[in-house]
């Protein structure tokens, strides 16, 4: 598992709760109570027992995360599982191969930027 998800501890974000996560803590399939109609991914956010020690949003559940392999970087992987799975698959550790071709729901990519107050100028900022 990344830097991101665990910290320099190996913290792991999946497992606030000791074994299992609770269905407040990550949009897994008893978040909603297994209900079809509720079922989707939730604002990125929402579950803050999910998010690791950098403060990176939804290490477990909501959408799985599209990424890329280690070994093979044209192999895409995704990892930490979705709202409609059960919570032993809404893990960040949890990652496997998938289509390079899929759309879907259940699937995003991680977006990382600096944030910009209105009115000022950090354009260099990361740089």
Excluded at 67 to 92: E, N, Y
Aim: glycine content about 12%.
């Amino acid at each position: 598992m990344g830097m991101g998800a665990c910290g320099p501890r190996r913290r792991r974000p999946d497992l606030s709760n000791g074994d299992h996560l609770e269905p407040d803590e990550a949009n897994f399939d008893l978040t909603y109570g297994r209900v079809l109609t509720a079922f989707g991914p939730d604002a990125v956010g929402t579950h803050l027992e999910s998010d690791s020690v950098y403060g990176v949003h939804d290490m477990a559940g909501n959408v799985w995360e599209i990424t890329s392999s280690h070994s093979d970087p044209k192999q895409p992987i995704v990892r930490g599982g979705c709202f409609f799975q059960v919570d032993i698959v809404a893990r960040a550790m949890n990652r496997q191969p998938d289509l390079a071709d899929r759309r879907d729901a259940y699937y995003g990519i991680r977006v990382c930027a600096t944030y910009r107050e209105e009115g000022t100028d950090n354009s260099n900022e990361g740089i």
